[in-house]
């Protein structure tokens, strides 16, 4: 197959990154604050139009079925970053509909692809009453696995299996893979403790809050735990053996992590690995000690991806699957993982009575 030009886009916490290949060749490679995305959407598009794209997976939040921005109902809008109309907590949510308008008026070739709940290879019954199952980045890196892990141990997708834990910046997600395709998946909300978010959030808890803000899934992680909102990874790693409230962060993060991937073994029952990537991913201490609490699973190792200087890993996933859908040498792959056949809303699965009223209420759709 020829070589097309594709690109990645990931909208991260942290930060946004922007990851463009033709063929194996690296022809985009950024990774740039997140507030530009609030300050200067107009910046983020004019970046990825100076690639030349032939297509663009963009920013697609919770994820819908492939198709253009401009081809989106007003519930898809809705779901690709489920805020409701009169939340203004989190500025960078509306950065990312306006970069989305933005590459509209550009006329780019830009596609919005699924997240984990809406593929057909993960049974509806593991479905119910689920919304983030793993945002459409979650997806991104899963397929970023499965091409690493193909190529590594030189095995056919179809031979390929894991358990991947994506620890990033904000959230951790635990993603389960067999015969090369999606099969399960536990998202930021609903799983495991994250850097900056508290992972699944006590039923209780919820009860007692009432109406909350977005912005309230962006603490109760271990950011939380010490009390320092602002501190960074870096920071956070570097006392985490000399200050007994850092160490209990850090051992509740690893104990979470340790959790939800041995629940996974329920959907994955003989992964050949258990993956690891995200911002936390590239600390030593965080493998090895992972290796004590779940090396008994399956050998852990890191997603490496391809010679990234710069943007992440889900960029890098996000411009497989592009390169995929435009036809591009990974055609295979997103063929096998049957990304194009994604299809519904995330919103279907939930079973409670006037759910959708109440959806339609929030995002204000008549």
């Given at each position: ?14 930060s ?9 060749k690296?022809?985009?490679?950024e990774?740039?604050p ?18 030349e794209p ?19 109902t ?8 489920l ?6 907590s989190l ?18 070739p ?5 997240s ?7 049974p ?8 983030d199952?793993?945002?459409a ?12 892990q193909?190529r590594?141990?030189?095995i056919e ?6 358990i ?15 015969g ?15 850097f900056i ?5 006590d ?7 009432g ?7 962006f603490e ?8 320092k909102?602002d ?13 007994s ?6 051992i ?9 991937i ?14 690891i990537?995200?911002?936390?991913s590239g ?11 779940v ?19 889900p960029a ?9 859908l435009?036809?591009?040498p ?9 990304i194009?056949?994604?299809s ?14 109440r ?7 008549e």
């Amino acid at each position: 197959m020829e070589p097309i030009r594709a690109v990645g886009v990931d909208p991260g916490t942290l930060s946004l990154s922007i990851f463009g290949i033709e063929g194996d060749k690296v022809i985009l490679d950024e990774d740039i604050p997140t507030k530009v995305i609030a300050e200067d959407p107009k910046k983020v598009i004019d970046i990825i139009a100076s690639a030349e794209p032939d297509i663009i997976a963009g920013p697609s939040g919770y994820g819908v079925p492939v198709k253009a921005p401009s081809e989106l109902t007003q519930l898809e809008e809705f779901t690709t970053i489920l805020l409701k109309k009169d939340d203004k907590s989190l500025p960078v949510l509306e950065g990312v509909k306006k970069m989305i308008e933005i590459a509209i008026s550009y006329n780019l070739p830009m596609y919005l692809i699924p997240s984990v709940i809406l593929l057909p290879t993960v049974p509806k019954y593991r479905k119910y009453n689920k919304i983030d199952m793993g945002t459409a980045d979650k997806l991104c890196v899963t397929v970023l696995g499965v091409y690493d892990q193909s190529r590594r141990l030189e095995i056919e997708y179809k031979d390929v299996s894991f358990i991947l834990a994506e620890i990033g910046g904000a959230y951790t997600s635990i993603i389960g893979v067999e015969g090369g395709v999606i099969v399960d998946g536990i998202g930021g909300t609903q799983g495991p403790m994250g850097f900056i978010n508290m992972g699944r959030l006590d039923g209780e808890v919820a009860y007692i809050l009432g109406e909350f803000k977005k912005a309230l899934l962006f603490e109760g992680g271990v950011i939380s735990i010490v009390g320092k909102p602002d501190i960074t990874v870096d920071e956070f790693f570097s006392k985490v053996d000399k200050d007994s409230t850092y160490y209990e962060a850090y051992i509740a993060l690893i104990e979470d992590i340790a959790r939800f991937i041995n629940a996974m073994k329920v959907s994955v029952r003989n992964p050949r690995e258990i993956l690891i990537s995200g911002r936390l991913s590239g600390y030593k201490k965080l493998l090895s000690d992972l290796e004590d609490f779940v090396g008994d699973i399956a050998p852990i190792v890191r997603v490496s991806g391809f010679k990234a200087s710069k943007a992440k890993h889900p960029a890098q996933g996000a411009a497989i699957v592009a390169d995929g859908l435009g036809g591009g040498p990974r055609k295979d792959l997103v063929d096998h993982m049957r990304i194009r056949e994604a299809s519904g809303t995330v919103l279907d699965y939930v079973l409670l009575s006037g759910w959708m009223k109440r959806v339609k209420e929030v995002a204000g759709i008549e």
